[in-house]
């Protein structure tokens, strides 16, 4: 059943019949829609076949107006031309088929294009045909890492570290939807005024939620975050100076010297994308069990498995999540344990493994600051219900965590590790934290970046026999401590 049929909504107007009018030139001055045309149930079929096709008033330059409207109209005529075959899968074939057909019904249509236009109008009908319409062209930009569609005329993206509002257009409520349903139809989810959001992954690995009225008040929201076909690498990070050259040396010490690690971070920190640069140092001859909401991580090791949690079925059962494939884990003889994400209850099972064999092992978790995120990890560990004594569960994470690795995104949209912090152990009914590596704000250019350095605060960890052990004889000089003798100055 179509998405605009279970919203309650009327079926799109049959095709118009042969032969096509000619398609009177966009009005100039914009119809401005009704007030309840937002609701889906109230919208008008996203691409009214008419002879002089209109979209709302938007405030968008009447070119772009009319090059959206025109391609909605050449969609529709196409498609009727297809018998309505809705579905077209990209293929050299099909687009040839498009090609033929789109010549044609241009030629009906009478615009006067550029050749450039011409060209951008058969990419819109493609996109919308065969693509995810407007945003097509967003999710096709590598350098956009987000998308985020807030009701047909607002649709922002994540460029380079910093939210951008596009020019980028749906023609209405109606048209978003239809679009949602095409990304989320072939997955076998639905989302609908009984239940009006859901999340789903493309086929690219990219991550999507939307929700529509009458939970999203001014019209169907979508957000895309993009799957990173190339996820950055420890010299990226290093060369962006996201973390300096010693800090990484210092990783890759901690990550194969087994030592417990909590990335912690907020959303779109860069979380994701460390635990993923920091699993890459796991020596080649181990075992490593992944666990994700969704699979995110690419290792470059061959000796992976990787886990995937579950959403219920539609009747409420069969979910499987994250807690449960971290218990799976443990009966899977694994060597690492990489959990993408901790949120809940897991975090007990996850500090239990670490402190019964299952060391080495690596997580992400929200938290702004290292302090921060032990108190993140006392809460998700008291959400897995065992109503343990908060003594008990502070030595429980005083002794499994090694160290936590702060990410951050400072305010001009740089991404940075602001702080490896040690988790010494406990001193009475605290645990103590000291600082490894710490960023240090010290200004704003007049471009508004923010100037920082990233320095050693001096001390060496406590567990640096541990790293010795491993064969990582670090030099004091990477902790900042002076080097007898080559003191500068008095
Ligand atoms: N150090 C970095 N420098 C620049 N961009 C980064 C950095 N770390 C992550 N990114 C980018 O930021 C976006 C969000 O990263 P991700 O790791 O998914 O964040 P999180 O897991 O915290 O939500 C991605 O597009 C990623 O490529
Ligand atoms: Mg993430």
Request: hydrophobic share 40%; aromatic share 4%.
């Amino acid at each position: 059943m179509s998405l605009l049929k279970r919203l309650g909504g009327g079926a799109p107007p049959p095709p118009p019949s042969e032969p096509a009018p000619k398609a009177a030139p966009p009005a100039p001055t914009p119809v401005a829609p009704p007030p309840q045309a937002a609701h889906p149930a109230n919208a008008a079929p996203a691409s009214a076949p008419a002879a002089s096709p209109k979209v709302e008033d938007t405030g968008q330059p009447i070119d772009q107006k009319r090059m959206l409207e025109l391609s909605l109209w050449c969609v529709d005529r196409i498609q009727a031309s297809l018998g309505n075959q809705n579905e077209l899968t990209r293929s050299p074939e099909t687009e040839k088929l498009l090609q033929e057909r789109f010549a044609r019904v241009y030629q009906q249509a009478g615009a006067h294009l550029s050749g450039d236009q011409v060209k951008q109008l058969f990419t819109m009908v493609c996109d919308e045909l065969m693509g995810f319409g407007p945003i097509q062209q967003l999710l096709n930009d590598d350098s956009i890492s987000e998308v985020m569609v807030n009701g047909p005329y607002m649709i922002y993206v994540e460029q380079k570290g910093k939210l951008r509002l596009t020019d980028v257009r749906f023609a209405n409520d109606e048209h978003v939807l239809k679009i949602i349903d095409r990304i989320i139809r072939p997955l076998g989810r639905r989302v609908d005024r009984k239940w009006p959001m859901v999340d789903a992954r493309l086929p690219d690995g990219s991550r999507v939620n939307a929700i529509i009225p009458p939970c999203a008040i001014d019209g169907s929201t979508l957000t895309i975050r993009k799957f990173s076909k190339n996820k950055l690498k420890i010299d990226d990070l290093v060369r962006f100076g996201s973390m300096t050259a010693e800090m990484a040396e210092f990783l890759r010490a901690c990550v194969v010297s087994r030592l417990n690690i909590v990335v912690a971070g907020g959303t779109g920190s860069g979380k994701t994308t460390l635990l993923n640069v920091l699993s890459n140092f796991i020596p080649d001859d181990e075992r490593i069990v992944t666990i994700e909401d969704s699979a995110e991580l690419q290792l470059g090791q061959d000796h992976v498995v990787r886990l995937e949690s579950k959403p219920a079925e539609i009747d409420g059962s069969g979910r499987v999540q994250i807690r449960d494939l971290v218990i799976n884990s443990l009966r899977m003889r694994p060597e690492r344990v990489v959990i993408g994400e901790c949120r809940g209850g897991e975090t007990l099972d996850m500090l239990q493994a670490m402190n019964t064999g299952h060391d080495g092992s690596l997580t992400t978790l929200h938290a702004n600051t290292p302090r921060d995120a032990l108190a993140r990890m006392e809460t998700m560990t008291m959400m897995a219900g065992m109503d343990l004594p908060l003594k008990v569960i502070r030595e429980q994470i005083a002794s499994a965590i090694g160290i936590i690795v702060q990410q951050s995104r400072l305010d001009d949209g740089q991404r940075k590790v602001t702080y490896i912090t040690e988790v010494q152990g406990m001193e009475g009914e605290l645990v103590v934290l000291q600082d490894i590596f710490k960023l240090e704000i010290k200004g704003k250019s007049p471009e508004g970046k923010i100037i920082c350095e990233l320095k050693p605060t001096g001390v060496r960890p406590k567990f640096t026999p541990k790293l010795e052990a491993h064969g990582f004889k670090l030099p004091p000089s990477i902790f900042g401590a002076e080097i007898p003798g080559q003191k500068r100055g008095w």
